[in-house]
């Protein structure tokens, strides 16, 4: 069993960065790939990045790509999302996830954390 807890979300200026922290329960934390999505009002979830376990590959969504940054620190179970150059199209929930495949669809990850709120004004 896994939880995961997100934190760092908040309201910021278009151009602004922010960092966002996953943090995740258990001691097989390093055996999961972890990905952050993010849901807009009215908008499906979507995928934003991906990391494995050993931080051996990452992958972005094309709208991110340049702008944000996925990294994990495995002796502290923790998966982050810096966030740079936002705009108010990335204002959304962010979500962070884990999953035991590498970049499954998004109703094969495990885990679920419940969300931090990211608002970008312009």
């Known amino acids: 069993q896994v939880q995961l807890l997100e934190s760092g979300g908040g309201l910021v200026q278009a151009g602004g960065s922010l960092r966002l922290s996953c943090a995740a329960s258990?001691?097989?934390?390093?055996?999961?790939?972890m990905g952050w999505f993010r849901q807009a009002p009215g908008k499906e979830r979507e995928f934003v990045a991906g990391?494995?376990?050993?931080?051996?590959?990452?992958a972005y969504a094309d709208s991110v790509k340049g702008r944000f940054s996925i990294s994990r620190n495995n002796a502290k179970n923790t998966v982050y999302l810096q966030l740079n150059s936002l705009k108010p199209e990335d204002t959304a929930v962010y979500y962070c996830a884990a999953a035991e495949t590498w970049l499954p669809p998004l109703n094969e990850y495990d885990y679920w954390g419940q969300g931090t709120q990211v608002t970008v004004s312009s």
């Open positions: 258990g001691r097989t934390f390093s055996s999961y790939g």
């Open positions: 990391i494995t376990g050993n931080s051996g590959r990452v």
